[in-house]
């Protein structure tokens, strides 16, 4: 009895990894899509969206690199510029003021977290 | 100890007002002004402005259109994260590979996810050439030239690109469920779903709070797919609330009706999560 439990169960789990493994196709499918076209010419898009990219063409990149409307070097600086300081000023100051709130009186505590809250219900 | 660990939350006070609360209050003001943006007066007209937002019916669209997509995309994240989270479990190997599938759309750029979806759903895309080729050239729509389809296809995007997200807040806080529980629930007989419905879904209900809760607020506030799927057209059908409040402001230059709008969903946000903030905790065990 006990043996045909467990087969039955570890059959279910082959069916759920199986269910699984089928969601995360079809979600990865999208970004499939992006990633082959990169390295197709715009008619073979059109005619085939789905198949491999042979022979891959690195054409598009090309012409992203040496676009004048497309400085890539400054995009990036600019992103990092902003995650960096973004990013570090946020977990300093955020963690300071989180070890205050802890560790103050209960209502006290209410009052800050409705503060803080308050951003997160505004929308930007 | 006290006045040290004071001047801990000084910087992040002192931020958050400059920062935060004094546009808000400032939102506030000009709610209750006629300013249009440009101009170097303006009038306090009282609540005219939100007397004018019952009989706007561009804005009620818009209320409308928000609604669908927070309905639609937070409950088909929450259950499917959940489903998923669960599932990702006990998945053994490739857990941690699925899981960095799941979560990587949330990784990218809400803009750039648009306009890949773009290329797929636009009547010329990739879905319906592949519809073409696979013979069933008959059902080939547009996914984003009317309204209806349109909406969908935003909540569609809006699905895939969360999804993860609330995937890993689910798988987070069901690992911290201790295994012993489990173990009882076996003892006693207890089967998968038995399992999931008394030890796992009751732990797991302050993750559950937190996802629900930041699933709605940002639905609510969604603004940059409609942007780049269909810029709130056509005409004025598929316009979320945050559109409307930014079209508003300045592309119509009516400042102070568009922050009276944002008041408006200020409120409506802040009373949601409120309720469910108490329904949580009413529920935890």
Known sequence: ?????????????????????????????????????IFKPTKMISASPMSLPIPPILDNIKSVLQSPNVNIGQMYFNSICITVFGVGICILISSMAAYYIVRTKKNREALYIFIFYLGLWFHM | ????????????????????????AGAFYLSLTDWN???????????????????????????????????VVSITVNVLGLFIASLLNNAGKITNTLRSIFFLPYVMSTVAISFIWFSIL???????????????????????????????????????????????????????VPEDLYEACTVDGGSRWQKFRY???????????????????????????????????????????????????????????????????????????????????????
């Open chain 1, 1 to 37: 009895m006990k043996y045909l439990k467990n087969r039955s169960s570890r059959f279910g789990n082959h069916i759920l990894k199986l269910i699984l493994i089928l969601l995360a196709v079809i979600f990865a499918l999208p970004l499939y899509i992006t990633v082959i076209n």
């Open chain 2, 37 to 71: 943006g440009i101009s170097a007066g303006f009038n306090l007209i009282g609540f005219k402005n939100y007397a004018a937002m019952f009989k706007d019916t561009r804005l009620h669209n818009s209320i409308g259109v928000t609604i669908t997509i927070t309905f």
């Open chain 2, 199 to 285: 030890v796992t879904l009751p732990m797991i209900v302050p993750g559950i709070t937190i996802s629900v809760i930041m699933s709605i607020m940002s639905e609510m506030k969604q603004y940059d797919i409609v942007k780049v799927i269909t810029n709130g057209g056509p005409g004025y059908s598929t316009e979320t609330i945050t559109y409307n409040i930014v079209t508003q402001a300045f592309g119509n230059n009516m400042l102070g009706y568009s922050s009276a709008i944002a008041v408006f969903l200020f409120i409506i946000i802040a009373a949601v999560s409120m309720i469910q903030l108490k329904a949580g905790s009413k529920l935890e065990v």
């Open chain 2, 1 to 24: 100890m006290r006045k040290k660990s004071k001047l801990f939350v000084f910087p992040a006070f002192l931020i958050y007002t400059l920062l935060m609360i004094v546009p808000i």
């Open chain 2, 122 to 176: 636009s009547y010329t895309g990739v879905l319906n050439s592949i519809l073409e080729s696979l013979g069933f050239g008959n059902i080939i729509t547009d996914y984003i030239g009317n309204s209806k389809n349109a909406i969908l296809s935003i909540c569609v995007i809006e699905i895939w690109r969360t999804l993860g997200f609330h995937m890993v807040l689910y798988l987070a806080s069901i690992q911290t």
